[in-house]
């Protein structure tokens, strides 16, 4: 996680997640503010992913180097664009006047664009991007096969 909270608290950085670090509202909690599961069970949800990822690092990851990461580790799901959704709504008239959200409207509620991507508003941790893209590098899941299984 390293790399991505440097990127994330560099003031110099233009990446999503360092936009949103420099937002007085996210401030030191942006990672959870834009990783949490919302809901009733939402902080305990949240809480056990952050402990799966600890597990993970001192069992399975720990010897890895940067490179063998790059290939073998890969993202468990999607980011869900109702993360974005709980502070940009899709409802409000200035984010409905833009011309890109318009035509997109029903595909980013139903989460088939995702608003953390190449072709919107950008990654959200540059040196990653989901392995269906261009240029992809993988990232984690944990997984035993890496995620790659059918």
Not at 52 to 72: C, D, F, G, M, N
Not at 79 to 103: F, L, R
Request: with cysteine.
């Amino acid at each position: 996680m390293i790399p991505h909270a440097s990127d994330s608290d560099a003031a110099d950085s233009s990446s999503l997640s360092s936009r949103h670090a420099r937002n007085k509202l996210f401030g030191d909690e942006n990672c959870y503010a834009c990783h949490a599961d919302y809901g009733m069970f939402g902080t305990v949800v949240t809480k056990l992913g952050g402990m799966r990822h600890v597990w993970l690092y001192y069992t399975e990851y720990r010897t890895v180097s940067i490179p063998q990461a790059k290939e073998t580790i890969r993202l468990l799901k999607s980011y869900p664009n109702d993360n974005c959704m709980q502070c940009h709504s899709t409802e409000v008239k200035i984010w409905k006047e833009q011309s890109d959200h318009k035509a997109t409207l029903a595909d980013v509620r139903a989460g088939g664009v995702s608003c953390a991507s190449g072709g919107c508003h950008g990654y959200a941790h540059p040196n990653f991007r989901p392995l269906h893209e261009p240029g992809a590098t993988p990232v984690s899941s944990g997984e035993p096969d890496g995620g790659r299984a059918p």
